[in-house]
């Protein structure tokens, strides 16, 4: 069994993990592009973490130009055996209210100008995505919130959007009204990139504000979503902090299955696969064609 190593990746106002001890930096080369950042190597807790700042250091990568295919990949190289990622969201219920944490279990994808996959023309490969986020993951998070006593609700549905602008009234009045939860711009590409490179995947969505549906609270702005922000900074160590207090020393297998995701998804007949592309999959697909042979 694998050394279980925790990627976090941090999101909107999450530059940095104070909570990591002994820790060095690493710039991971990969076939796909350049990381968002530096690799911050370390441990919180009793557990082996590696952190990664989503959208660079000074929030340099906006949604759509965050180069994902490579920082997973940079997670995958790195020995990461399973990944907690922290971003922000707005919320589309009453009761997920600004500062709540929502561990997300469903996507929708409506985002549509980014690449989404590792897999193309010389590879094809179908994973299943039924379920997208771990369950075990959520469920040491959702403990450690409740050890904490922060506010956080295990389970809900995020409208991955392509953004960078927020919502209009009446998209954010539409998504609502379809029963969804919560709103973001990045977690459903990176669960969907994680679950190829057989990573599990948790998501704890942070809620910021309504987006724009709410009469009483207006349209979202820059300001009032980092004030939220800051406000969650140190709630958000020290939930990763507990939650990697005692993570196991080796990885325990995904319920979902997202740690053998590829195990009969690769389509191309051995003969018929790109080299070029099957050079850049090295590190995604290492176990599966090793399994399969």
């Known amino acids: 069994m694998a050394k279980a190593i925790v990627g976090i990746i941090g999101g909107s106002g999450v530059y940095k993990l104070a909570g990591l ?5 690493q710039r991971v080369a990969t076939p796909w592009g350049e990381p968002s950042g530096v690799l911050h190597f370390g441990r919180i807790g009793g557990a082996e973490a590696v952190f990664l700042a989503r959208h660079g250091q000074g929030h340099r990568f906006s949604p759509s130009t965050i180069n994902y295919r490579a920082n997973i990949d940079a997670l995958k190289r790195a020995g990461v055996t399973d990944v907690i990622a922290v971003s922000a969201c707005g919320s589309f219920r009453e009761e997920l209210f600004p ?15 980014r690449q989404t996959s590792f897999f193309g023309a010389g590879c094809v490969a179908h994973v299943p995505m039924a379920h997208p986020t771990s369950p075990l993951l959520r469920a040491r998070i959702a403990a450690a919130a409740a050890a904490e006593g922060i506010a956080c609700r295990n389970g809900g549905s995020y409208l991955c959007m392509e953004g960078p602008q927020f919502s209009t009234l009446a998209e954010s009045l539409a998504y609502k009204a379809r029963g969804l939860d919560v709103i973001g711009m990045t977690a459903a590409t990176e669960a969907k990139l994680a679950r190829e490179a057989e990573l599990p995947y948790a998501a704890v969505a942070m809620v910021t504000d309504y987006d724009c549906w709410h009469e009483e609270h207006g349209p979202v702005d820059v300001a009032s979503v980092l004030r939220i922000v800051r406000l969650n900074a140190e709630r958000v160590e020290a939930l990763l902090t507990r939650a990697l207090e005692d993570f196991p020393a080796e990885h325990e297998p995904c319920p979902s299955g997202a740690d053998r995701a590829l195990d009969g ?5 051995p ?13 995604i697909v290492a176990r599966a064609l090793a399994a399969a042979r």
């Open 99 to 113: 500062g709540l944490f929502v561990l997300v279990d469903q996507f929708e994808d409506r985002t549509f100008a």
């Open 271 to 283: 003969d018929a696969r790109d080299p070029e592309l099957m050079n850049k999959l090295e590190a």
């Open 21 to 25: 001890t002994d820790v060095r930096e």
């Open 265 to 269: 998804a690769i389509m191309t007949h």
